[in-house]
């Protein structure tokens, strides 16, 4: 079946580390994003790549970095200095072009102890 | 920057009852997006709308789009439980391409 998946589910680093949270999909997308999800403030975009080895800045990339060297692959590094890390990401894929919907993975839940 | 607004932030209705969702946006838009996403999972696409004026159906769900391309609504009539979740609309602008702006979300409750 063809999909998105974000590993891992959950995930906890102390303050100050680097995580990277992984996102693969097999739709053959060439566009991907990735976003932020607080509560009561829905979905903020982080970053987005439309194409191999390119990517912009979304809203809110301060304290994040991204790679897009394969097309399956955006994996999102988020830094220590990302000043309230603590949040539930979700990757999400589509067709490139306008008007296409998004397909979102599961998400991954990152807290910092 | 672009801003989509999205009301009301919670509602919970009695089974059976309509529901309604708003979104306006500070800018014409050249299209908007409505996802569902259940508790605990992740955003779902229901149904783009293109067209001023554009109104589409799935079952007990109305869409619609304003005239101006700039407000839209999600109305559910006779809600059941299965129809639970967070409903969020998203719009792009044709200058940035497939990037969408999402607003804030409408939490629905459903009491049986």
């Known amino acids: 079946d063809g999909g998105i998946t974000q590993s891992p589910k959950y995930l906890f680093r102390k303050e100050g580390q680097n995580v990277t949270l992984s996102c693969e999909q097999n739709?053959?997308?060439?566009?991907m994003y990735w976003y932020r999800q607080d509560p009561g403030q829905g979905l903020r975009l982080i970053y987005y790549?439309?194409?191999?080895?390119?990517?912009q800045k979304g809203d809110i990339a301060e304290g994040y970095s991204v790679s897009r060297e394969k097309k399956e692959s955006f994996p999102l590094t988020v830094t220590s200095a990302q000043k309230n890390p603590t949040a539930f990401y979700l990757c999400?894929?589509?067709?490139?072009?306008?008007?296409?919907?998004?397909?979102f993975g599961d998400g991954t839940r990152l807290s910092i102890l | 920057g672009q801003q989509v607004m999205q009301i009301p932030q919670y509602q919970h209705v009695q089974e059976g009852e309509d529901f309604t969702t708003y979104c306006n946006s500070s800018?014409?838009?050249?299209?908007i997006q409505w996802y569902k996403q259940r508790p605990g999972g992740h955003p779902v696409f229901l149904i783009q709308?293109?067209?001023?004026?554009e109104v589409k159906k799935q079952k007990r769900l109305t869409f619609q789009f304003g005239e101006a391309k700039k407000n839209s609504s999600l109305h559910i009539t006779a809600t059941q439980t299965t129809d639970v979740g967070t409903y969020f609309c998203?719009?792009?602008?044709?200058?940035?391409?497939?990037?969408?702006?999402f607003g804030a979300g409408t939490i629905l409750r459903v009491k049986s």
């Open positions: 998203a719009g792009a602008r044709m200058e940035y391409g497939n990037k969408l702006v």
């Open positions: 790549s439309q194409i191999v080895n390119d990517f």
């Open positions: 709308l293109v067209k001023s004026g």
């Open positions: 800018t014409t838009l050249s299209n």
């Open positions: 999400a894929s589509s067709i490139f072009g306008q008007n296409q919907p998004q397909h």
């Open positions: 739709l053959n997308h060439d566009a």
